[in-house]
């Protein structure tokens, strides 16, 4: 079902600079006279924040890949209905912080799990709610783990090779559905990424 709102996902590796691009962004928005509702997963509501924390916990470290994407379903299942869905039904921008791309990545790609059951699961618990334009911020893993340096969560303490197959596998998704993906090299300035960023919402929303 459509929704008047413009719903816009933020996706990348670790360290890819997404938070920062979604506050620059927003307050852009805003400042245009634009309603706009920021959040993330895992945790962008009260269920969501007890679910990120079983998720990215090193006290977890056996959790096995079945159960962290069904966790990750749950709680997207719970910041659509809560939360992303009543916002776009008032019109508003939300801008969020990884999304349903991020599970087909990061479950199906990193935890070679099946990507097509990942994906389906994410439809199924999403009422298949897909992002009006999502912005991959690219980065090489090595830049992005040393750009997260310090204390890791059990996701970012992968090895290199599960953070390989999670950008490549990124990449491939923005190459499937090129109307929908804008693809953004995180390695360039900070204001550059941003103007590009603004202008493919503004596209958005003048379409």
């Known amino acids: ?6 719903f816009v996902a933020f996706e990348g590796g670790e360290g890819s600079g997404k938070s920062t691009q979604i506050t620059l962004l927003a307050q852009r928005l805003r400042a ?15 269920v969501g924040a007890a679910i990120r924390q079983v998720l990215l916990s090193r006290d977890t470290q056996g959790l096995a890949p079945r159960a962290e994407a069904l966790l990750f379903a749950a709680d997207r299942a719970q910041h659509v209905d809560t939360l992303v869905r009543p916002a776009l039904r008032r019109g508003a921008v939300v801008l969020t912080d990884r999304y349903m791309d991020s599970s087909i990545a990061y479950q199906g790609a990193g935890r070679e799990l099946s990507v097509d059951e990942i994906r389906k699961l994410s439809e ?29 969560d059990r996701l970012e303490a992968e090895p290199l090779q599960f953070h390989n197959r999670v950008r490549q596998h990124f990449l491939a998704l923005a190459a499937a559905e090129p ?19 603004h202008a493919a919402v503004l596209a958005r929303v003048a379409g």
């Open 1 to 6: 079902m459509t929704e008047p709102g413009l």
């Open 32 to 46: 245009g006279g634009r309603e706009v509702v920021t959040t993330f997963e895992p945790g962008g509501t009260v």
């Open 124 to 152: 199924w618990a999403t009422d298949e709610l897909l992002p009006d334009l999502t912005v991959l911020l690219d980065v090489d893993p090595v830049t992005g783990l040393q750009r997260a340096a310090g204390e890791t």
């Open 179 to 197: 109307n929908r993906y804008v693809v953004l090299d995180a390695a360039q300035p900070v204001t550059e990424i941003a103007e590009a960023a």
